[in-house]
């Protein structure tokens, strides 16, 4: 299993920036994929979450309406478009993948990305 993110790095206050996560190794469309962010000194926290269809999407209060989270289940890919970004949102910013089957859960996590912005 492996979950590979890019497309983190340096951005100014007001950019944008798109982060991809992709897949291999298990079944990605039958996945709930999800975008968790760490900051330094804080816990890890939920950002952006996308079901297995991506039917339905849930964010944090605090990226409401600044960023958006798609999939593109043939190409075993979620992304995350983030515009209007500010320095509350430098954190590492990690992939995550979870199922549940005949009981037993299943989650994968990515190795991180680092997004930065500053001026």
């Known amino acids: 299993v492996q979950l590979v993110e890019s497309g983190g790095g340096l951005v100014q206050p007001g950019g944008s920036l798109r982060l991809s996560c992709a897949a291999s190794g298990f079944t990605f469309s039958t996945y709930r994929m999800s975008w968790y962010r760490q900051a330094p000194g804080k816990e890890r926290e939920l950002v952006a979450a996308?079901?297995?269809?991506?039917?339905?999407?849930n964010y944090a209060d605090s990226v409401k309406g600044r960023f958006t989270i798609s999939r593109d289940n043939a190409k075993n890919t979620v992304y995350l478009q983030m515009s209007s970004l500010s320095p509350e949102d430098t954190a590492v910013y990690y992939c995550?993948?979870?199922?549940?089957?005949?009981?037993?859960?299943?989650?994968?996590w990515g190795q991180g990305t680092q997004v930065t912005v500053s001026s």
């Open positions: 995550n993948a979870y199922n549940i089957v005949v009981g037993w859960s299943y989650d994968y």
């Open positions: 996308i079901t297995s269809a991506g039917g339905s999407t």
